[in-house]
Structure formats: structure tokens, C-alpha cells
């Protein structure tokens, strides 16, 4: 009788047990599915397009050095294309793993080939050319521009996230560039950390994508080594650009943004941004904005620059102060930019579209030469007050003076923009953009030019 209890009492107990972890395992399923329906409801996938007109005047014949003779480069830059980018962005599968991608391409409405070199369209590398001539191919071309896996944990007040693969990068020394048809990319990890106003960030970068590029390629260069002012170029190297940072975004209207990074054998940069904003009323404020950007040259692979007679690495820095007062729907901006050292240099060496961020560093020219001083003065308005939402405009100036020489010199940029935004109806979402920018100097490895741009984006919301 003890002995039929006992097997009851286990046969009960197995009964028991194995019924928990069928509901155990039953629940993990419905929870991991219900993730799943949560991961695949929270995605999204739109359909960008933009079609862009470009033409670029320089005001002087062009010439570059070949091996053969003195090519004669496109007096005038044109071509019109179409641009599709497809991005899909996932939610988190247990509300932590996802994954984004976009596929980018650019399709030749035209393009001559005397005419390349205009950031819209591919421009072959080997010219194809009369005598005298530099002639390139204009060509379509697409790209898997992003895919990158994302990781998300904590909660609102401490939370962290993770990105692994080709991605849109937008830290102060390293960034990618949106001004034509498709953007640039970068591949990289990039990790940060947020906690309350403070976000804490880092990123490893090995190779990028310029904007017409259709393949991901190292950051890399020649090595160099010296015999007094004479550089020899030697075997090609590549690196790794490594960078960590912090901010600080107060709700208050002030913050600051410090940033350090390292090219090994290449190149060192730092940054410091800090900004704070004066309410005046309802409708004004006052934005001080300060910006400061410096590089060094660190080993064989940056070329160095002569000084006094001597070759040295290259050392350069860059101050900006701007101020901008808001009233309504009016902006007016003043900046001050000054150069220290030898001319700034924003590129890693690779395909990396880079820039500068600084209120100086405008559509063309970034007003970085050695030793420059420059101004800009900007005005933004929104005609939304006027009875015209979406319709907005544009202007600034900048002026710059350089030392060349003995002589000192000046070059100045305008820039206007002029953009739509359809508001409602069918064509909600579409904006039409005219751009001109003008630029004029005596520097002598630069040109004056005359540029505009006819940009018509629509973003079509396929999920």
C-alpha cells in the first residue's frame, strides 16, 4: 500500500512537473512569438527618392598633373539624376536585437562625359581623353549602403545601444555626407551610453563608402619617409580610425560635446563643442555657440608640410564662435573662425566623405587654409507666420583672408537656398529645394565657381 502511495505520489509529481514544463516552455514560445509580432510591427520601410540637377561654372580653365601632360579638367560640371534609397528599419526582438539596411542607387538621366566630376553620378578613375583633354565616363550605380545589427538595453534613465556594420555616421570628427544623390557611409562598431543628459560614445572604424562609390574600401595611403625637405612615397598602409566621446544635452538649453580620436601612424583629432541659450520671451532667444577642432599628424602615412625651411608634422587648429538670435520665425547668425597652423586637413585618408563642423565650413569651402581668418553672417526665415508653411529661406556670406606668400589675400562664399514642402493633400511629403552658391578667391590650387542645384525629394511610406 506505501509502495502504491509512493508510486502515485511520483507518478503525480512527474505528472506535475512535466505539466509545468510543457506551460513553461509553451509560454517561452507564445513570449518569443509575441516578441516577434511585436519586433515586426514596430518596423518600418519607406521609399526615398530624390532627383537632382547639378551644374558647376568655374571661372578658369582647370588643369591637373597626369603622367602624359597637363589634362584640362571640366570647365563646367553637369549632370541630372534620379535617386531611389529603400530603408528598412527593424523594432527589437525581445526588445533588445534588430537590424536596419537601405539600398542606394543613382540612375543617369544625363551626363557627358567632359563634364564629370559633379558628386551626382560614378566618374570612371582612368580618363578617357583627346590630347589635353580629361574625359570620364558618368555612370549609374547602387549600393548596400547600410546594414548594421543594433542591440538596445536599460530603461529610460540608463540605457545603452549597440550598432555593428555599414552605417550613416554623424560624430563632430568623423561624418557622413548627404549633399547629392545618395549619402556616404561608413563601416564601423559604434556603441554609446545614455544616462540622464549625458551620453557616452564611442566608435572602430576600418572602411567607408564615399557618396558615388559602390563599395566599402580602407582608410589608406602611402607611407613617406624624409631627406630633408625631399618626401619619398612609399609602400601603401592602412589603419584604423578609433574614437571616444562625451556630451552633455541639458533641457535647459546648454550643453557641451567633447570628442577624441586616433588614426595609428596617421592622424590625431580633437573637439570641443559647447553652446548655451539665453531666453529672452516667448518668441526670442540667443544662441552662443562655440567650436574647436584641432589635428596632428601622427606617423609615416601623413605627408608633412614645410616650415621655415624644415619639414614637420602637420599641426593645425581651428576656433569658431558664432551667435545666433531668434525672433519668431527669423534667424540671424554671426560667426568668427579662426585658423592656427598649417591648413586644416578633415579627411582619414579613405573614401570617407568627412567635414568639419563649424558655422565657417559652408556649401563649398570650409574657410580652413593656413593661418585664415573669416566672418559669416546668415539669415534663415520661415514664411509659416506669413500664411506660407513649408516655404523657407535662406541666405549667408562669408568672407576670408589668407596669407600666400608675401601677399595676403581675400575669398568670399554666398550661398541661398529656397525650399517647399507640400504640407497636405496628395503631394504631402514632397519638397523642392533651388540651391546656389558662389564662391570667388586668388588662392592658386583653388577656383572660383558659380554652382546650383535643383533637389525634388518624396518619401513614400511602403510599411
Not at 590630347?131 to 536599460?154: C, N, P, V, W
Not at 558615388?212 to 595611403?221: A, I, L, R
Not at 631627406?227 to 612615397?233: I, K, L, R
Not at 541639458?250 to 559647447?274: H, I, P, R, T, V
Amino acid at each position: 500500500m506505501a509502495l502504491q502511495k509512493t508510486t502515485l505520489a511520483v507518478a503525480i509529481s512527474m505528472a506535475l512537473t512535466s505539466g509545468l514544463m510543457m506551460s513553461a516552455e509553451t509560454k517561452a514560445m507564445q513570449g518569443e512569438e509575441s516578441s516577434l509580432n511585436t519586433m515586426m510591427e514596430e518596423s518600418t520601410i519607406d521609399l526615398e527618392l530624390r532627383n537632382l540637377y547639378f551644374n558647376r561654372d568655374y571661372r578658369e580653365k582647370r588643369t591637373s598633373p597626369s603622367p602624359a601632360n597637363l589634362l584640362r579638367q571640366p570647365s563646367i560640371q553637369e549632370s541630372w539624376a534620379q535617386g531611389a534609397r529603400l530603408n528598412l528599419q527593424s523594432g527589437y526582438f525581445m526588445d533588445m536585437f534588430g537590424f536596419d539596411a537601405s539600398w542606394y542607387g543613382s540612375f543617369k538621366l544625363h551626363g557627358d562625359r567632359d563634364e564629370w566630376g559633379s558628386g551626382a553620378l560614378h566618374s570612371s578613375n582612368t580618363p578617357k581623353h583627346p590630347t589635353g583633354h580629361d574625359e570620364r565616363d558618368q555612370r549609374s550605380y547602387d549600393k548596400l549602403g547600410q546594414i548594421f545589427m543594433k542591440a538596445h538595453f536599460g530603461d529610460e534613465s540608463l540605457n545603452g545601444n549597440i550598432k555593428a556594420g555599414r552605417m550613416f555616421l554623424d560624430t563632430a570628427v568623423l561624418n557622413d555626407s548627404d549633399s547629392r544623390v545618395t549619402p556616404s557611409t561608413t563601416e564601423a562598431i559604434y556603441a554609446d551610453v545614455n544616462w540622464n543628459e549625458f551620453t557616452f560614445y564611442g566608435f572602430s572604424s576600418e572602411k567607408a563608402s564615399a557618396k558615388t562609390d559602390s563599395g566599402f574600401h580602407k582608410y589608406e595611403g602611402k607611407s613617406y619617409t624624409y631627406s630633408g625637405t625631399t618626401s619619398t612615397p612609399g609602400k601603401i598602409g592602412d589603419w584604423t580610425v578609433n574614437s571616444i566621446g562625451t556630451r552633455y544635452d541639458a533641457s535647459e538649453g546648454y550643453g557641451f560635446n567633447a570628442q577624441l580620436a586616433q588614426a595609428k601612424d596617421y592622424m590625431k583629432a580633437d573637439y570641443l563643442n559647447a553652446y548655451y541659450t539665453l531666453t529672452l520671451n516667448e518668441d526670442a532667444n540667443v544662441l552662443l555657440d562655440g567650436h574647436y577642432h584641432k589635428i596632428k599628424g601622427d606617423g609615416k602615412y601623413q605627408e608633412k608640410v614645410k616650415h621655415h625651411g624644415m619639414m614637420k608634422d602637420r599641426d593645425s587648429e581651428i576656433f569658431n564662435f558664432a551667435a545666433q538670435l531668434q525672433l519668431s520665425d527669423l534667424k540671424f547668425a554671426l560667426s568668427y573662425q579662426k585658423v592656427n597652423g598649417d591648413k586644416y586637413n578633415d579627411s582619414w585618408g579613405g573614401s570617407d566623405d568627412n567635414g568639419i563642423m563649424t558655422w565657417n565650413s559652408v556649401r563649398y569651402s570650409d574657410f580652413y587654409r593656413k593661418d585664415e581668418k573669416s566672418w559669416m553672417a546668415k539669415v534663415d526665415y520661415d514664411f509659416s507666420s506669413m500664411g506660407l508653411p513649408g516655404l523657407s529661406f535662406m541666405t549667408l556670406y562669408v568672407h576670408g583672408r589668407y596669407s600666400e606668400g608675401n601677399k595676403t589675400h581675400s575669398e568670399w562664399e554666398r550661398n541661398t537656398d529656397l525650399t517647399y514642402s507640400f504640407q497636405e493633400g496628395a503631394l504631402a511629403g514632397l519638397s523642392i529645394k533651388l540651391r546656389n552658391a558662389t564662391f570667388r578667391t586668388h588662392h592658386s590650387d583653388n577656383d572660383s565657381l558659380d554652382d546650383n542645384r535643383l533637389i525634388v525629394d518624396y518619401t513614400v511610406a511602403l510599411l
